[in-house]
């Protein structure tokens, strides 16, 4: 029936987000699935970024970075994002996303993402290949049409998710919280 | 086009995973969505746990734990280990879920959950209303139908995702990873 394997991170699906860095003159994108939720107060969210990333070092300077959360219309951006480096190029150009200004912090998100987290650095944990940026989100922006009585209808974004090498839509909604009461 | 909203944790879609802790003869589970990878070499997870919770103190003296990857027919098995407290119920026992043994920890995992990470505890990280705690994976287990020459074939086995207090599956495959090189 099961059969072991050897271990490996094969924690799915995840969040496939767009993460950026830098200031509205100069700034960075990366594509990073290693993401989470770490604790809701104060709410704290991580990004684990190798030291090799042009971003790595952004990040660590400024100490601020944007989770943005990229719905299906961005899945060539998230991508591209994720594959060419920007020492050799600006991604918001060759992309053809645009910068958009934040309200508690310096470094722009991406106006093309429907939600964006701003986030302020905390701490930075090494933990062998990748260092762990734990952030504190002080600002959410989103798009208008998804903010229903004052919250975020997160289901209405089509937001991507990770899974095997894949992107996909989390379009099959299968129960609501709390079916096992009913 | 955007507004602001309160800094809050609308990190999505994230995983949906059923965590089991104790030992063959007592053993719990709890349902958690604030977990992630965080790091490839040692493979590294973590699940983000309310000091409150039943699980965590048994967590934090046996030393281990089981990340189970539910399938879209463990969903009431998923919501029912999230809402009720192993304080005043064996979960396993109540939700019919059987215990497997794991290959090299003594926590047994959930024999119906298609994937089972089984984990060390490498560390507990306080940070306010949930601990961290960083496990390093050090056993996959995975039914045989998902794997494929050797390797898991993920986006088979119709995992569980959490997306604004709903489970949804992701089902909807919309690039492959390198669409931008073509």
Redesign the interface.
Known sequence: ???????????????A?MVSCGNMEQANITTI??????????????V?IRPARYSYHIIKETKEFV?N?PD?AL??HT??C???SGKEIDKFREAKLTK?PC?QIKTPGI?ECP???ECKLKEI?P????D?FIG?????????DL?EN??????K?N???Y???????????????????K
């Not at 029936?1 to 969040?15: F, G, H, N, V």
């Not at 004052?150 to 289901?155: D, F, L, V, Y």
């Not at 899974?163 to 709390?178: D, M, S, T």
Request: aromatic share 8%; with cysteine; proline share 5%.
């Open positions: 029936m099961k059969e072991y394997l050897q271990p490996s991170t094969i924690l799915a699906p995840i969040p987000v699935a290693w993401t989470g939720v770490l604790n809701s107060e104060p709410p704290l969210v991580y684990s989770i959360l299906e899945v060539w991508d591209f994720g594959t060419k958009e309200k106006k939600i964006n987290l944990k933990l062998g290949s990748h762990m504190e989100i002080v600002n959410v922006n989103a798009k208008s903010i004052g919250k975020i209808n997160i289901a974004a937001l991507i998710t899974l095997g090498n894949q992107y996909y839509v989390a379009n099959k909604k299968i129960a609501e919280r709390g079916i096992c009461l």
